[in-house]
């Protein structure tokens, strides 16, 4: 017994003695000792982490920005990594030909590895992004959006049975149904049924979020989350329920299914009809599963398959809802930019019945910059996107630092930095009509830039354009018991809403 105890007082002991060892090296001799930032960063990530997103629930982002304000453009927010705010900095990193990659340390614990946003291996990522391309390019989004513009209809007839019963619409709950419903109609080949859901009701939004409530301990305790990885997977499910692993159960289900219909021999083509033109495809799954999609794409397994397929459901859906959450709830608080919106939309459909196409609103200038400052303002993935210093080394104003550094940079900072956006606090759509606005684009990090820019980026403009327009011209929208606080958000990998969030008053115009 006495041995037992003294062997772990000496084990105990070892450990205290490295652990201060290893803090007063990282403090005092590590390459990164020169930034300044919270001394428990520099010595601890784990906890400092752990500390600002669980316990203090997803606040890190918001004490970054206070550390910055204090601290200056470069701060130590780990060990072994800084977090940079600098617009310049930033095209630095994200510049053609930059050699910097994702960080394993924290990709590998958010999302699937392997998959297009969690491959952190360049030319893996290369291969992956090439499959899936054509399912999101340009091209494609023209191609599909009739269908984006169906689920538009069809959610203003919902909207039209609230209006009917006098009831507020949760535009949280129905924007994230549209979303759903898009993206899941590309990815399986058919929506979830979210929109047509009478409280418009999300299993995956629910299973997702609840996921995410859990995710910071991911991050912060990367080797906590290998073990647990490690382990067969009935004894994880057991040991650490994860919410997101029901559903990756369900996706394969789902494409199981699709997968059989897709390959049975036709009974549509003894009716006469063709399959290929009849069913509806899923493009994304097409891709993935044929090895000619690009060269050296070899085809996925069941479980890699399920994978990808969450990780494009979860891209498509919080960003580009949370976008709009947010954006319309500020065009209906500044009543001048409402009536401006209205009378555009107004003067180029004249009549409510008007066919309001995608291809027709996106040329209209002022709700362009809408949606640009909607994207810029709202930042739906606020947090930090980290990269590693490449091979040679990356020098940062006059100081070399070591490869494998790890540098930050944050879309909500860079989105509302003073050196390149006048009142960034305000909500403006004005500034993106100014004589000199062309330079803007460039410094817009909502979808971050280079060779890991979202792939959705033309499907997010599709959807925001058509839902905005035809609810903005079909519609008077007021707000309905919504303040500031019920806006307001924490970073949980996306922009999420503490508060009960925006409702609205709906009624059809009758012009
Ligand atoms: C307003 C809407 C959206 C915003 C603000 C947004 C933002 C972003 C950002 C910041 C990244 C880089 C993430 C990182 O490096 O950590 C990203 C990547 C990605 N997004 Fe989006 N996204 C939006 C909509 C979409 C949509 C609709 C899809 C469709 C499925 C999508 C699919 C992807 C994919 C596949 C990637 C990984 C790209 C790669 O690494 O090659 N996103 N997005």
């Given at each position: 017994m006495k041995t037992a105890l003294r062997l772990t007082i000496t084990l105990l002991g070892t450990y205290l003695f490295f652990w201060i060892l290893r803090a007063a090296y990282r403090l005092?001799?590590?390459?990164?000792?020169r930034y300044p930032g919270p001394l428990l960063a520099a010595i601890s990530k784990p906890w400092y982490e752990w500390y600002w997103n669980f316990y203090q629930k997803g606040q890190l982002v918001f004490e970054i920005e206070r550390l910055h304000e204090r601290l200056g453009p470069v701060i130590r927010i780990a060990p072994n990594e800084l977090h940079i705010n600098d617009p310049d900095m930033f095209l630095e990193i994200t510049?053609?030909?930059?050699q910097f990659t994702k960080d394993p340390g924290f990709y590998d614990y958010i999302t699937f590895p392997g998959?297009?946003?969690?491959?952190?291996d360049p030319i893996r990522h290369r291969i992956r992004r090439q499959v899936l391309t054509p399912a999101f390019s340009p091209l494609r989004v023209q191609e599909i959006a009739p269908m984006v513009r169906a689920k538009v209809d069809r959610l203003l007839e919902r909207f039209d049975e609230f209006a009917a019963r006098s009831e507020p619409v949760n535009m949280f709950r129905a924007t994230k149904a549209f979303t759903m419903d898009v993206v899941s109609t590309i990815v399986f080949?058919?929506?979830?049924?979210c929109i047509d859901d009478p409280e418009f009701r999300n299993q995956f939004i629910e299973y997702l979020h609840s996921t995410f409530e859990m995710g910071w301990t991911a991050t912060a305790f990367p080797n906590l989350t290998a073990f647990s990885l490690s382990l067969p997977e009935w004894v994880s499910e057991k040991l650490f329920p994860i919410p997101i692993m029901e559903f990756k159960k369900k996706c394969i289900g789902l494409m199981d299914n699709y997968l059989q219909d897709r390959d049975a021999p036709t009974l549509h083509a003894q009716n006469g009809a063709n399959k290929k033109t009849d069913f509806d495809r899923s493009i994304a799954i097409d891709l993935l599963v044929?090895?000619?999609?690009?060269?050296d794409h070899s085809t996925l397994d069941a479980s890699q398959l399920a994978e990808e397929v969450i990780m494009l459901l979860s891209a498509g859906n919080d960003t580009t809802s949370d976008a709009m959450i947010s954006g319309t709830y500020q065009i209906l608080k500044h009543s001048e930019i409402h009536e401006k919106l209205a009378q555009e939309l107004q003067q180029a459909f004249?009549?409510?019945?008007?066919?309001?196409t995608y291809e027709r609103i996106k040329k209209l200038p002022y709700l362009t910059a809408v949606i640009k400052e909607i994207l810029r303002y709202s930042?739906?993935?606020?947090g930090k996107a980290p990269r590693i210093v490449p091979q040679d080394g990356w020098t940062l104003y006059g100081h070399k630092l070591p490869p494998k550094t790890v540098i930050n940079t944050s879309a909500y900072l860079l989105n509302k930095h003073q050196r390149v956006w006048s009142e960034p606090s305000k909500f403006i759509p004005e500034r993106w009509l100014e004589?000199?606005?062309?330079?803007?684009d460039k410094y817009m990090?909502?979808?971050?830039?280079?060779?890991?820019?979202?792939?959705?980026k033309d499907l997010a403009f599709c959807e925001m354009y058509t839902l905005l327009a035809n609810l903005f011209r079909k519609f008077h929208v007021e707000i309905h018991n919504t303040t500031d606080d019920d806006m307001k958000w924490i970073d949980l990998?996306?922009?999420?809403?503490?508060?009960r969030n925006l409702h609205v008053a709906l009624r059809r115009r009758v012009e």
């Open positions: 005092f001799f590590h390459p990164l000792s510049k053609v030909g930059s998959t297009s946003i969690g491959e952190t080949g058919k929506g979830l049924g044929d090895p000619e999609s690009a060269k004249p009549s409510v019945h008007d066919d309001i930042s739906p993935l606020p004589g000199d606005s062309a330079h803007l990090a909502s979808f971050y830039r280079g060779t890991r820019q979202c792939l959705g990998l996306f922009t999420y809403f503490v508060g």
